[in-house]
């Protein structure tokens, strides 16, 4: 019955405090009262609503996300919502679209890598809105080689401006988000040409359609690459093609804070690494580890809740079946999910004291922690992303058939996720900037440059290092193995900052002990999936395997009478969950079957093409092959 919450019984077996782990989760209570009061906001307003998606074509689908996009900034700006307030209604309206890119790239981007006086001119343009920006890397022939791209900019003296050109097909830009029909302006990569000599890939500010009819400018061709993965999913954002026809952009806008070019034709580079090229990647990357345990963290919700409500089997007496969340099973594979959703918000969390520090640092022109911050954002970006993709499956998994209907929230959540584990740069090539990372710890150990932060441990690798020193192979012939111990040196990291957050201060009846027990889930579900590796390297025996797993099947104990408090801890709505299997009050079953009729196939009793095709195949009004 409506009104009826039919997870009291499971809410009421929590053995914490539910509202102090809420503001653990959000981070703090100014965030989580932004979080709490901007979510309601959005799921309150029928100008927000989502549950039509799927039955949208692509064309009415893009507009609608551009109604949404302009309703949303609308909203920003009557109710002056302040820039954290806007982004959580960006993050809470819940559909990929271009204000992704040009708040997430473009405008990090000029911040990144422009001139102050670059900023100055084009910061204020972009807040506003008064030019809509993307971010155009990638090409249709490379994207992961970033060095390999082929755009060309080629300084002309005699105008002071670049030449903007795409030689080749493959050098089109494809994929940017944005850029398909939206963007009016663009930040391109291109292989910087002064004087006849290359000097590498920069970024350069050039403006894609006009500002008064939104028409293409001369020699830009422009539009959208097509359908993607799944029905609604990604499909609201305009992922784009775009070539140069030699476009004419003045040298004020290549992005000078690394390299500079003069009015004399003089290359100069800045004395800081090349490599801050890269910027907006690590930026992006570490807000992906954020986004991870945002996604997961919605798809465990929708799981456990109706994990709850599910009865299969095991009726004694005629008395109710079994819940599903009670089998041991249901509880292995989901439990470690619950807890690597935890894991990635506070990991998500150390990322961005990590990277405001490299940011803080190269201010200060201190380079020293940037190899580590890159490899860091590679890897968690990968490693949280591979996790998350592959547990929304898993969640899908864990609702059996209803799982696969798009009400259940969760087809539509994997769609729009999967990519994230290949855009801001594939996870395998990420893992492999990780093991070049790693590489070059161990060649320095026994050096007087001595590992810190994330690779300290690796004092301790030193002594194999001596023994084995001189027996090398190829990087590419091993990379198959140094992939694997990328892996293990980021699950490392995200296992070590869940112990540093357990050593905070944490208020809460039993708010600590749930995250103890979620860590050990974490820590221990690992060493049994990888239980090979530490056995085959003596790092433990077969008893501490046995142990270990027993004590999983403890910890699983200890958290069941605590889960449905652990999911209600994000405080999801009903909207921004958008499942009927995830609902607030577990009532599915009569908002499963009343969402069915709503589907337009349901609008006629007898279909359209009955008379056409069927009728006569009953009718045996069709010649039918002697059977
Ligand atoms: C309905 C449900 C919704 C819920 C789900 C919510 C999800 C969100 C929904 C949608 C939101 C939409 C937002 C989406 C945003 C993303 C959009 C995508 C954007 C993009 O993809 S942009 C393009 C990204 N492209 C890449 O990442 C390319 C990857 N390749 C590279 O980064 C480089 O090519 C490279 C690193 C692999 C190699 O570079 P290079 O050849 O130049 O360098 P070397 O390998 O030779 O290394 C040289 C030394 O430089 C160091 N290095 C390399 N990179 C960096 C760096 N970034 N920073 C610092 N240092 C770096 C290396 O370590 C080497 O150092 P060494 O000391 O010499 O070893
Ligand atoms: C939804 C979506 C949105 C995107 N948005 C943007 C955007 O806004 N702006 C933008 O510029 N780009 C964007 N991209 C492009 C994205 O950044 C690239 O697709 C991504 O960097 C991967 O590069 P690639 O496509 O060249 O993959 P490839 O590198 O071609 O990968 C193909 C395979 O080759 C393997 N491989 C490649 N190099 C190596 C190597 N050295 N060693 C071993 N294996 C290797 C990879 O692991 C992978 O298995 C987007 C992509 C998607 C899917």
Redo the contacts with the bound molecule.
Sequence with gaps: MEGVDHLAHERNKSEFDVDAMKIVWAGSPHAFDVSDRISKLVASDPGFRKDNRSTLSRKELFKNTLRKAAYAWKTIVDLRLSEEEAAKLRFYV???AFT??HW??FIPAIKGQGTEEQQQKWLPLAYKMQIIGC?A??ELGH?????GLETTATFDPQTDEFIIHSPTLTSSKW???GLGKVATHAIAYARLIVGGREHGVNGFIVQLRSLEDHSPLLGITVGDIGMKFGNG??NT?DNGVLRFDHVRIPRNQMLMRVSQVTCEGKYKQSDV?R??V??T??Y?RQT?VA?AS??LS?AVCIATRYSAVRRQFGSQNGGPETQVIDYKTQQSRLFPLLASAYAFRFIGEWLKWLYADVTQRLQANDFST??E???CT?GLKSLTTTATADGIEECRKLCGGHGYLCSSGLP??FA??VP?CT????NT??L??VA??LM?TVSQLGSSKKPVGTIAYMTRVEHLMQCRCGVQRGFAELSVDLVEAAVAHCQLIVVSKFIEKLQQEIPGKGVKQQLEVLCNIYALFLLHKHQGDFLSTGCITPKHAALANDELRSLYSQVRPNAIALVDAFNYTDHYL?SILGCYDGNVYPKLYEAAWKDPLNESVVPDGYHQYIRPLLKQEIRTARL
């Design positions: 819940d559909e990929p992704d890119l997430g790239m971010y890397q990638t994207g992961s080689n970033v060095q994929w940017p988000g999913a990604y954002m690494p490599q801050l890269y910027g990647m690590v992006v992906i986004d945002c996604a919605r940037l190899p911050a890159h490899a590679a539509e959540l729009v996720y994230a855009y801001e740069g594939d090539v990420l492999l900037q070049r990372f070059k958008g």
